[in-house]
């Protein structure tokens, strides 16, 4: 761990200078993480967005028990590597559409698509971008550096270091999306949220088995999923394409069609996850 304090002190410094990229580049990632979806728009404007760096506290500190409880959490997940928990990790990483929309199949027991769930798949493409841009506020803010500019091991997505190299590692904008998804879809099908939430919880420890963020990152994006699900039920156009995603899931499974994702390995590959909560 020391060695690891000493990287995460030097990176500190670099960032503090500018090392992590400038704002404008950071700013880009909900575009970047959502793939080609210039033809949506979210629920929210901008002001309506939870406050990130107001609601959040600032990530741990050097030196403190929460930051190393963070590198230990991290050092775990190396015996996860080329592992089935790390390919899904890869598949987690993916927020692009229509391989997002995926992501919750499984814990729904259906298929979540353009064809069968319309509603559905729309409500997920907006929902990304209020989730996603919701956490920019605090990236910007505190600029921390990931696991792997600290540890220089290798990243299950390796097509995004570049553009994650430029962007702040706190909150994960990952897990905001993850768990907001989540929330809303026990909401929309409760008789599933069991699986579901569980599904919320793995997606958001796969970007510590991907080694692109720290326990304390995961945990402030659930925070700012959990924030921006509360601010979109104030939205009618939200609460009305819950209930028809609702409608359209029971359709689905009441029809006995598939999810489109391989379920068996991904219970598999969760079934190797070791825990990964403080």
Known sequence: MANLG??????????????LGPADARAQEPQQMSGALAHVRGYLSQEALPDS???????????????????EMAKASF???????????????????????GHFSCALGAPVNQEDTPRLYAMLERMLLDAGKATIAAKDKYRHARPFL??????????????LRAQGSYPSGHTAIGWAWALVLAEA?????GAILARGLSFGESRIVCNVHWMSD????????????AKLHAVPAFLADVEAAGEELR????????????????????????PMSP
């Open 218 to 229: 995961v945990i402030a994006g659930r925070d700012i999923g959990a924030a921006t699900v």
């Open 79 to 101: 015996a996860m590597r080329d592992t089935d928990r790390w390919w899904l990790a890869a598949l987690d990483a993916d927020l692009s559409f229509p391989a997002a929309a």
């Open 150 to 163: 600290l540890d220089e091991q290798p990243i299950c997505s390796p097509q995004d270091e570049q553009r």
């Open 251 to 274: 359709a689905a499974r009441e029809k006995g069609l598939s999810p489109q994702n391989d379920c068996a390995f991904e219970a598999d590959a969760l079934a190797q996850t070791p």
């Open 53 to 71: 760096a107001g609601l959040l506290p600032p990530p741990p500190a050097m030196g403190s028990a929460a930051q190393a409880l963070d590198g």
């Open 6 to 19: 000493a990287a995460f002190a030097a990176v500190a410094a670099a960032a503090a200078c500018g090392w």
């Open 189 to 193: 099908l409760p008789e599933r949220s």
